[in-house]
């Protein structure tokens, strides 16, 4: 069954149609992107996958329930658990004047004692490293994003989205967040990202859904659609280097083109380049024998 | 600590990032003399004894992780520290040779035009037309030299269609290039900005960095790009800075920083994946290829190698074409 199902949806906000007539459905414990160019309509999506928005046409199910219809407390019980929702600007989402005050705010709403709340919300503090008594607007952009998602995990979303998680993080921050959602998805939570860093894309998401103008242009895996050259162009977006540079060699019959798989993995690349470079090199007698080593 | 490579002017017109560029000139239009600050509510030094020349004509990214003093070294450049941000404030910054200790905010904002990461905080208008224009005005731009000004900066950035339009219908891409047409529109000879594309999708982030380019190239605008997109840094600037911890532990053009990688990676910024990827074949192999920064050198490294020519580490970069940007 569906985790969530769009069937035949559209939404206007009045100066132009933001989603139209779109149909997908995403299983239990996927990992999906929803990527495209600004103005796509991806995060109208988002809105409508969690209540936020409803349906003008068409319907939205999450776990087999219309969210048109549903009361509030019916789609924060759905699927066990809700949907959790990370905005792209954590400071949207921040209220509280410490860490732990804003991580135990959504546990706040449910039946769940004063006591569990803020056990709840200190072991998740602890997880990320947060020091509980901390204030909220005194971290970093990136540690505020951090501490928004924790406060959507101790929720524990039986579906997790995710409006550009990465945005403004640096490098180190990207992964630490990635690694966490990973985390929950491998425990089985249903992921939906929208995001505009395809490396991340491939690195972390199982499958993709490309927008363009409210429409649906493609759905697939990322190692399936980042050889489609045609529909990154139509969608404004470009695919990762590595995946880039495997395409270069795409048409070639040589040695190397026929060992360059379309992957974004470093590692998948260097498994298939790198006994056919030492052979040559070692052939001319450029250098010693190879040591095959990691990617750091 | 000094920079690990900081070289001159004249060294950062070789080997760049992008190849086609002329030669920057000589002469530091900015330039900073072991500056450090501390913000008055602050217990530790957010610059730290900063030494940066900055070439007229240059195009300089800057990169590093959260924290590590980037938007307070703009703050630096800018004049914004010390004439509005308060703090302990040693040694100086000389912006077109002087102090910016001895400057007006406004003078030095009529060499340097500054994007600061809130364009929010920034914006003063409702209608993109007047946001553009109230530089210009508070500048005393002749009144009939207005409207042209005002015209050329929106074309310069695409959204001469937008010109009418309330800024609070704008998207934060659309935010985001206004406010790059309200700097330009000042005709500076130094644009600043700060993380410009951090709401833009791909293809728009390559936008706002090809214009900058074009800026830097045919106007002679010397630009400095704060980032944390490391490929279109790599793709588009020609020298490098470093910051971690509140000091500039690199700088130089983009290449000799890149082959710091391991160092860079455990100060917790990545270099592009191509970079990766020859350094690990480097590694492997032995010397032979050169670090490649671009998919386009990547590419013709590997070509090279493989038809014989791996001993050739003479990489020439010229004419070479970055391609991250959609197919």
Redesign the interface.
């Known amino acids: 069954m569906s985790m969530l199902r769009f069937d035949r949806v559209g939404y206007s906000y009045g100066?132009g149609i933001a989603v139209h007539d779109l149909s997908f459905h995403i299983a239990a414990g996927e990992f999906t992107a929803l990527v495209?160019?600004?103005?796509a309509g991806k995060t109208t999506v988002t809105k409508l996958m969690n209540g936020l928005l409803k349906p003008q046409s068409g319907t939205v199910y999450l776990d087999g329930v219309a969210t048109a219809s549903a009361r509030t407390s019916r789609m924060a019980r759905a699927a066990g658990g809700g949907v959790g929702m990370l905005f792209?600007n954590p400071d949207h989402q921040i209220s509280k004047n410490t860490v732990l005050d804003e991580i135990a705010f959504s546990l706040s709403f449910g039946s769940m004692s004063r006591a569990e709340q803020r056990e709840r919300a200190a072991a998740i503090a602890d997880e990320f490293g947060f020091r509980a008594d901390a204030e909220p607007f005194a971290l970093?952009?990136?540690?505020r994003q951090l501490l928004a998602l924790a406060s959507v995990l101790v929720a524990e979303p039986a579906v997790l989205i995710l409006d550009e998680p990465t945005?403004?993080?640096?490098?180190?921050?990207c992964m630490l967040v990635m690694d966490k959602v990973r985390a929950r998805n491998q425990a089985g939570t249903t992921v939906v990202m929208v995001c505009?860093d395809?490396?991340v894309v491939g690195d972390f998401c199982r499958r993709m859904l490309v927008m363009d103008e409210g429409r649906l242009l493609a759905d697939g895996t990322p190692d399936e659609l980042f050889r489609r050259?045609d529909l990154?162009?139509q969608a404004?977006?470009?695919?990762?280097?590595?995946v880039?540079?495997a395409?270069?060699?795409a048409d070639g019959d040589?040695?190397?083109s026929r060992a360059m798989a379309p992957t974004?993995d470093?590692q998948t690349?260097?498994n298939a380049?790198?006994p056919?470079?030492?052979a040559?090199?070692v052939q001319?007698g450029?250098?010693?024998p190879?040591?095959?080593?990691?990617?750091? | 600590m000094t920079p690990t490579a900081t070289e001159t002017a004249a060294e950062t017109a070789t080997g760049t990032a992008t190849g086609t560029a002329a030669a920057p000139h000589t002469s530091a239009i900015i330039a900073t003399d072991r500056l450090s600050f501390t913000y008055a509510a602050g217990t530790r030094p957010a610059l730290d004894d900063i030494n940066l020349q900055v070439a007229a004509g240059d195009f300089v990214g800057i990169i590093g992780p959260s924290g590590a003093g980037k938007s307070t070294l703009a703050a630096a450049l800018s004049g914004v520290i010390p004439h509005y941000w308060k703090g302990s404030f040693y040694g100086a910054v000389r912006v077109d040779g002087r102090d910016s200790c001895e400057q007006s905010l406004t003078d030095i904002s009529r060499t340097v035009a500054t994007v600061f990461q809130d364009i929010e905080a920034q914006m003063v208008a409702a209608i993109v037309e007047d946001e553009v224009l109230f530089g210009l005005e508070n500048f005393g731009v002749p009144k009939a030299d207005i409207p042209g000004r005002v015209t050329d900066a929106l074309d310069l950035v695409g959204i001469a269609d937008l010109r009418r339009r309330t800024i609070s219908s704008l998207s934060g891409g659309q935010r985001q290039k206004v406010a790059l047409a309200a700097a330009l529109a000042l005709r500076p000879r130094v644009l600043l900005l700060d993380e410009p594309t951090s709401e833009l999708d791909p293809a728009s982030s390559v936008q706002i960095f090809e214009t900058l380019q074009r800026l830097n190239r045919e106007q002679g605008i010397t630009v400095i790009v704060i980032e944390q997109k490391i490929m279109l840094l790599c793709a588009y600037a020609r020298t490098l800075g470093v910051m971690d911890g509140g000091r500039l532990v690199h700088h130089g053009p983009v290449r000799t920083v890149l082959e710091h990688i391991e160092d860079l990676e455990t100060r917790g910024v990545n270099a592009p994946r191509v970079t990766t990827f020859t350094h690990a074949l480097r590694r492997a192999v032995g010397a032979g290829l050169p670090l490649t920064v671009t998919v386009d050198e990547t590419e013709s490294a590997l070509r090279r190698a493989f038809s014989g020519a791996a001993n050739d580490t003479t990489h020439n970069t010229q004419g070479e074409r970055d391609v991250y940007a959609p197919l």
């Open positions: 100066d495209g160019s600004n103005g792209q970093s952009r990136g540690e945005c403004g993080l640096d490098w180190r921050e505009h395809m490396e050259a990154f162009g404004h977006i470009a695919p990762p280097q590595m880039q540079l395409l270069r060699f040589d040695a190397l974004a470093i690349a260097l380049v790198l056919l470079l030492s040559r090199t001319s450029t250098c010693g190879v040591v095959q080593g990691g990617v750091t």
